[in-house]
């Protein structure tokens, strides 16, 4: 056993460079062959023209804050000690919209339009998911 009590995402040999990418600290999507649309979640056809060639390509990992919800409840037994979280869904500045957490601040103080960056958690020697915190405002 692992220890970490949630749901992980089963590697498969289409997803198996994203979570690669994720244990090695860098976000990459596949940008189709055929139009250069940049597309996640990971598809074996890109939405945009149904072409199949991808080349991983890897992303700033910022973003901003579209939209996110707050879990009050624990839906699934491993998530009972982080109630409650937020989930968050992120506007990558290259275009994607991926959901995940926005960690490292109070879920209050979560807003939509913050800028944010990913970070890497590593859950599992396998799996590291990829999460965002708050970009410190540029001045
Ligand atoms: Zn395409």
């Known amino acids: 056993m692992d220890g970490y009590g ?11 460079p994203f979570w690669e990418a994720c244990r090695e600290g860098r976000l ?9 649309h940049l597309r996640y979640p990971v598809a074996r056809h890109c939405p945009e023209c149904l072409g199949e060639g991808a080349t991983w390509t890897d992303v700033s990992g910022r973003g901003a804050v ?3 919800i707050v879990i009050h409840r624990a839906y699934h037994p491993g998530f009972q000690d982080d109630v409650p979280y937020n ?16 960690i490292g601040t109070p879920n209050d103080a979560v807003r939509v339009g913050d800028a944010v960056e990913a970070v890497f958690d590593p ?3 396998e799996v590291t998911i990829p999460r965002f915190r708050l970009r410190a405002p540029v001045r």
């Open 87 to 102: 989930v968050a869904l992120v506007q990558l500045e290259e275009g994607p919209r991926m959901f995940s957490n926005v």
């Open 6 to 16: 949630k749901p992980l995402p089963s590697l498969t040999e289409e997803n198996r």
């Open 28 to 36: 990459s999507l596949q940008r189709c062959d055929a139009c250069g």
């Open 123 to 125: 859950v599992t020697p």
């Open 66 to 68: 579209f939209s996110f």
